[in-house]
T-cell receptor, first 112, second 113 residues
Framework: DAKTTQPNSMESNEEEPVHLPCNHS???????IHWYRQLPSQGPEYVIH???SNVNNRMASLAIAEDRKSSTLILHRATLRDAAVYYC?????????????FGKGTKLTVNP | NAGVTQTPKFRILKIGQSMTLQCTQD?????MYWYRQDPGMGLKLIYY???????DKGEVPNGYNVSRSTTEDFPLRLELAAPSQTSVYFC????????????FGSGTRLTVV
């Protein structure tokens, strides 16, 4: 499975934007980039995913580098409820590896 | 929709006991997964299934068994519980189409003493 690299932790202030980086230099052409988050004492929650183009949804935006070797999850206005561990994961679109492999993720702290 | 339902939410087992963690989804998803998460760590895949009657091992399958007789259910069996199996267990499901994310259950917290 292709690997991703994320910072162990990040801090933000409430109401400010947050940019969570992810490096995936060995990404293949058929890998989708998925982001999940895990709030304390809960199961992971799907946030967003993309292949090549930038993506927006009600939760966040995903910016994908032109060479696809890195991506950034953008929370436009952080709230206290966004404090969680954020996981960046590659999912193979070619039917070979139909499973998500989690790393340690980035622990986001949001200060009031 | 209920999504992915896991039972029980909490359980304490004695060493050597057996139990089955239940997982049911009502979204007609083909793919189902079992993960475990040790304190302060990420999730590790135990077993997964791409459809009824088909299962395969993940990263940490030792000490566990699964079956998939229906699309909806994917139970995880612990035959001889050991302290190393103390963990939080998450079940997840997904559509065969890759334009969707995974849906996770709320977890089962298992302690083996």
């Amino acid at each position: 499975d292709a690997k991703t690299t994320q910072p162990n932790s990040m801090e933000s202030n409430e109401e400010e934007p947050v940019h969570l980086p992810c490096n995936h230099s060995t990404i293949s052409g058929t890998d989708y980039i998925h982001w999940y988050r895990q709030l304390p004492s809960q199961g992971p929650e799907y946030v967003i995913h993309g292949l090549t183009s930038n993506v927006n949804n009600r939760m966040a935006s995903l910016a994908i580098a032109e060479d696809r070797k890195s991506s950034t999850l953008i929370l436009h206005r952080a709230t206290l409820r966004d404090a969680a561990v954020y996981y960046c994961i590659l999912r193979d679109a070619q039917g070979g590896s139909e499973k998500l492999v989690f790393g340690k993720g980035t622990k986001l702290t949001v200060n009031p | 929709n209920a999504g992915v339902t896991q039972t029980p939410k909490f359980r304490i087992l004695k060493i050597g006991q057996s139990m089955t963690l239940q997982c049911t989804q009502d979204m007609n998803h083909n793919y189902m997964y079992w993960y475990r998460q040790d304190p302060g760590m990420g999730l590790k895949l135990i077993y997964y299934s791409v459809g009824a009657g088909i299962t395969d091992k993940g990263e940490v399958p030792n000490g566990y068994n699964v079956s998939r007789s229906t699309t909806e259910d994917f139970p995880l069996r612990l035959e001889l519980a050991a302290p190393s199996q103390t963990s939080v267990y998450f079940c997840a499901s997904s559509n065969a189409l890759l334009n969707y994310g995974y849906t996770f259950g709320s977890g089962t917290r298992l302690t083996v003493v």
